[in-house]
């Protein structure tokens, strides 16, 4: 009965007889950023990769380490020594980056495309997510996945012997981490965003990715290479990403000579993210290759 007296006391007919009012057409429920959007579809893609860890991380840190057992068995022979360290110090840092890179790379360069094939890129234009809500859910989940390769990298080379790991500038390891992985996270969506088919993907991993990382000192110093070639490395991104992460570990870098150099290269490198994210934003948000 006491229920049914409170019941009754909910509809009076004073309370029947106020309309209940529903937003204005065209009056946005969302007003400023769609926070719970964005948590979903990053943690969507998330559990894409972790589902099949074995091929997205693992292997990824595997294939890397061989890197680190070829070079190491065919040039560290005879204790030889590169900025003060022995060779399998020195190259540990730029593999595990490189490794971190070529993953954020990988993740962000998958979705728009696999949608695009599959018939599903509505998915992803269709939600109440906005162009930037929807590039930072995505770009979010590449570096996610960058991060969990460099920490399985990082664990393994501590096990290689020879390999010494300690952090010379923690700021460094960090930003140059961060800023790479986001560099190749943003080329990535970009890659997806223009790519009709696989092959496109490929072509860039192969044609641009691989010899930019290559050709980036992360088996040698640019000391050793001529004047111009020597301008064309400091020309490549991929350079001050490899180096100024590696001189968070030892505390030298063939960047410059002082600390100055490295930090005006970190600065650099977040300036050229800023302008590509923007880059990126407004080609996404211009609907080419997507709604057209």
């Known amino acids: 009965m006491a229920d049914q007296t409170n019941s009754t006391e909910l509809l009076t007919p004073t309370a029947l007889a106020q309309p209940r009012r529903f937003p204005a057409k065209g009056e946005p429920l969302i007003h400023?950023?769609?926070?719970?959007?964005?948590?979903?579809?990053?943690?969507?893609?998330?559990k894409r990769f972790f589902k099949v860890q074995t091929q997205t991380i693992w292997a990824p840190a595997i294939t890397t380490m061989l890197f680190l057992v070829i070079f190491t068995v065919a040039l560290g022979r005879g204790g030889r020594e590169v900025l003060?360290?022995?060779?399998?110090?020195?190259?540990?840092?730029?593999?595990?980056?490189?490794?971190?890179?070529?993953?954020?790379?990988?993740?962000?360069?998958?979705?728009?495309?696999?949608?695009?094939?599959?018939?599903?890129?509505?998915?992803?234009?269709?939600?109440?997510l906005s162009e930037g809500e929807l590039m930072l859910a995505m770009i979010g989940a590449a570096v996610t996945r960058a991060v969990l390769v460099g920490l399985v990298l990082a664990g393994a080379m501590l096990l290689w012997p020879?390999?010494?790991?300690?952090?010379?500038?923690?700021w460094a390891v960090?930003?140059?981490?961060?800023?790479?992985?986001?560099?190749?996270?943003?080329?990535g969506f970009l890659t997806s965003i223009w790519a009709e088919k696989f092959d496109h993907n490929a072509a860039i991993t192969n044609f641009v990715i691989a010899p930019l990382s290559?050709?980036?000192?992360?088996?040698?110093?640019?000391?050793?290479?001529?004047?111009?070639?020597?301008?064309?490395?400091?020309?490549?991104?991929?350079?001050?990403?490899?180096?100024?992460?590696?001189?968070?570990?030892?505390?030298?870098s063939d960047i410059g000579?002082?600390?100055?150099?490295?930090?005006?290269?970190?600065?650099?490198?977040?300036?050229?993210?800023?302008?590509f994210a923007l880059t990126v934003y407004l080609v996404l948000r211009s609907g080419w290759k997507l709604k057209s």
Do not use: C
Not at 162 to 170: D, E, I, Q, T, Y
Not at 226 to 236: G, L
């Open 32 to 46: 400023q950023v769609n926070w719970e959007g964005l948590k979903t579809l990053y943690m969507k893609e998330v």
């Open 257 to 275: 000579d002082t600390n100055q150099a490295v930090l005006h290269g970190a600065l650099g490198l977040g300036a050229v993210n800023v302008l």
């Open 84 to 128: 003060g360290v022995n060779f399998a110090t020195f190259v540990a840092p730029g593999l595990i980056v490189m490794g971190m890179m070529q993953n954020a790379f990988a993740n962000s360069s998958f979705s728009l495309l696999a949608g695009k094939i599959q018939g599903t890129i509505i998915d992803f234009l269709m939600p109440p």
């Open 162 to 170: 020879g390999v010494n790991l300690s952090v010379a500038h923690p």
């Open 174 to 187: 960090v930003w140059f981490g961060l800023m790479g992985a986001i560099f190749l996270a943003l080329l």
């Open 214 to 252: 290559l050709l980036s000192g992360t088996f040698y110093v640019i000391d050793n290479l001529a004047p111009a070639f020597q301008a064309i490395s400091r020309a490549n991104p991929f350079f001050y990403v490899i180096s100024g992460f590696r001189f968070g570990f030892l505390g030298a």
